[in-house]
């Protein structure tokens, strides 16, 4: 079992940058791949950012394709989100999760409690 704790969210402004931290526990953190899923008011969940267990592989939403950057280090059991020129619909509830490798939702059996990041234009 893995329990996740994400930090770093804030009010920014367009064109500013923020470095999400996600934060797991478990000897088993390492075997997982990690990923980012956003949820915008009135939105679903839809998926940002997805690393293999190795980190050698990544992939991204193309909403945020060249501005993010996701990366982990299984040493410190946590993985990260660099997001660089935020707009302001990049404003939502962001969750770190654990599961198999994948964009869709059902992937991923474990969830963080989200940390909100809104960008003022």
């Known amino acids: 079992q893995v329990q996740l704790v994400e930090s770093g969210g804030g009010l920014v402004q367009a064109g500013a940058s923020l470095r999400l931290s996600c934060a797991g526990s478990?000897?088993?953190?390492?075997?997982?791949?990690m990923g980012w899923f956003r949820q915008a008011p009135g939105k679903e969940r839809e998926f940002v950012s997805v690393?293999?267990?190795?980190?050698?592989?990544?992939d991204y939403a193309d909403s945020v394709k060249g501005r993010f950057t996701i990366s982990r280090d299984n040493a410190k059991n946590t993985v990260y989100l660099q997001m660089n020129s935020l707009k302001p619909e990049d404003t939502a509830v962001y969750y770190c999760v654990a599961g198999q490798w994948g964009s869709d939702i059902r992937h991923y059996d474990y969830w963080g409690q989200g940390t909100q990041v809104t960008v003022s234009s």
């Open positions: 478990g000897r088993t953190f390492s075997s997982y791949t």
């Open positions: 690393i293999s267990w190795s980190g050698g592989i990544t």
